[in-house]
């Protein structure tokens, strides 16, 4: 199984300059390929990301969940 480019800078884009709010992975059974689905935009929560899911295929996701930390604290972290 080979992972496209695009699916390793896409998540570092969303981890480290938070460009977007989640990306959504499929397999291409033809290639045998990774590759990114959706990108979600910054102002999208978790029912953005669930909408995105097809009811009837297989899907696997990242999410930037926000947070308050045990000392209240604001905090984003990678799902």
Same mark, same amino acid.
């Given at each position: 199984m080979r992972v496209k480019q695009k699916c390793l800078s896409s998540f570092m884009e969303? !981890?480290?300059?938070? $460009?977007?709010?989640?990306? @959504?992975?499929?397999?291409? &059974? !033809?290639?045998?390929? $990774?590759?990114?689905?959706? @990108?979600?935009?910054?102002? &999208?929560?978790?029912?953005?990301?669930?909408?995105?899911?097809?009811?009837?295929?297989c899907r696997y996701a990242v999410f930037n969940f926000d947070f308050l930390s045990c000392d209240n604290c604001q905090a984003i972290r990678e799902a």
């Open positions: 969303m !981890k480290w300059k938070k $460009v977007s709010r989640y990306v @959504v992975y499929k397999i291409d &059974e !033809k290639t045998r390929e $990774v590759m990114v689905d959706k @990108v979600g935009v910054v102002g &999208e929560g978790y029912d953005g990301l669930a909408a995105a899911l097809p009811a009837d295929d």
